[in-house]
């Protein structure tokens, strides 16, 4: 019997991006009901899930069980609490189904002999005939038949991870393994309010509507008792201990709806990317995150000892980490930066170690709200933001394909190619083009050229970052071929 899924929840069984299921609901081979699709659908598409070689049933299954086990034990499990009670849940849901059928069974029964008393009064046909199909039914209903192997799946799922629902957003997560649901939304690229992370401040609070949560560390902050009995919890410190949870909280739309803050941070590493490139790690303190959106920027400072007191060495540098690990935070440093702060970099006075003052987040290059595919430009240290916002994407798991085209104008290179390939070998929607002109402008044309032969009539948003001639002569080409102003979003880096 078919069961109904969510487009995540489908995406988990066959194995494929959610963006991919997504895009077949686009295209009309998908059809959904109330949001949920049809395991029957679902394996009319995919009647391989995972399968290496065709055969009978029971060759089938054991492939299919064999694939399923190795993606289960590719997650870290939860718990042993966590899954206690996810099992518990279902097993609730399992006695009440089964005392159900119990029930409509015996009724069926009843109704059979009290319409075998009846026809031994009375001849009649149509009785028979009723008889006769109820016996049919009954013969139905209790035949042995092969067990839909999604729905097996579906069920083992439900113990290992959860999916919750935002209201009134309608977006969607999973929570695996030890996660908590604010961490497992950062994951997912949701724009979630947080503050410290670890209990303190409170700014995570949101309501269940349905489903069940359990404590996975211990908190500082007091929670009101009215705000209990209405269902209030914090994100940090509960994880999903059903199968399905719905919580109502307000999502940031924008960068003006992340407030700014100064936090006092760690120089973690200080690498060598190539002779005149610098990474550059720094991170927060455990109860100090910094809330960021994708493809934004901070600016760090340090006391510099020749000043004098309390004046700063301070720089604004794009961050190049996923805001989904928002205690490590990633820059890339070219030497070319006339500034102070990177004079300080690659002179080596900025040590493992050393504290750095950051202030922000500041930018507007962030992603838009759009399931069209993404296309990514990039010049130099432009990569900086690119890489943020192509790990943001991938988090969301919502474009059709996402493309970089990467211009170097400086001998350094593409500092970071091995990214690039790593995330084509490992991602089907995602592919790559490198470029060299010592000219940004010539290098941007090189790419509109590009573009225009990959992309052609391909409804696509773009985004660019890196020097300003690079970007202004991209941006025209890219008007000039017809792309709507508002699909150009653009990075002075």
Known sequence: MAQWVSVWRAAQLVGVPRSVLQQRVRTGEIELHDGLLST??????????????????????????????????ERLLPSQEVLAQRLFRQSQELADVQRHLQRYHALVLELRDA????????????????????????????????????????????????????????????VEGHESLLQAGLRAGLKLNYGCGNGTCGMCKVRVTSGEVIKCMPFDYRLSELERQQGYLLMCANTAASSEL????????????????????????????????????????????????????????????????????????????????????????????????????FDGAIKTGDAINLWGPSGEFVLRDSQRPLVFAACDTGFAPIKSLIEHALSLDHAASLS???????????????????????????EYALFTDADAAAGARQIATAVRADQFEVDCDFYLAGPERFVDELGRALLEAGVPPQQVTSELV
């Not at 391989?48 to 034990?73: N, P, T, W």
């Open 115 to 174: 319409m075998g008393a009846l026809l031994q009064r009375a001849d009649d046909a149509g009785l028979l005939a009723l008889q006769r199909q109820l016996n049919d039914g009954l013969a139905r209903a209790l035949a042995t038949e092969p067990v839909d192997a999604l729905n097996v799946m579906d069920d083992m799922l439900k113990a290992v991870s959860a999916l919750v629902t935002l209201r009134p957003s309608g977006h969607q997560f999973v």
């Open 246 to 345: 719905a919580v109502e909280t307000l999502e940031a739309s924008g960068p003006a709806d992340i407030a700014l803050q100064q936090i006092v941070t760690t120089a973690r590493a200080v690498r060598e990317l190539a002779p005149d490139t610098r990474l550059l790690h720094l991170q927060t303190p455990r109860s100090h995150r910094l809330r960021f959106l994708a493809g934004q920027s901070v600016t760090l400072g340090r006391a510099g000892s020749e000043r004098t007191a309390g004046d700063d060495v301070r720089t604004t540098l794009p961050i190049a980490s996923c805001p989904c690990d928002d205690r490590n935070l990633h820059f890339y440093v070219a030497r070319e930066r006339d500034d102070a702060f990177t004079r300080l970099l």
């Open 404 to 430: 970089l085209f990467w211009l170097a104008t400086r001998g350094d290179g593409h500092f970071q190619a091995n990214q690039c390939r790593a995330w084509s070998e490992a991602l089907d929607p995602f």
């Open 40 to 73: 029957e659908a679902l394996l009319r598409l995919y009647p391989h899930v995972d399968i290496e070689r065709s055969g009978l049933f029971e060759r089938v299954m054991q492939v299919q069980q064999e694939a399923f086990s190795r993606r289960v034990r």
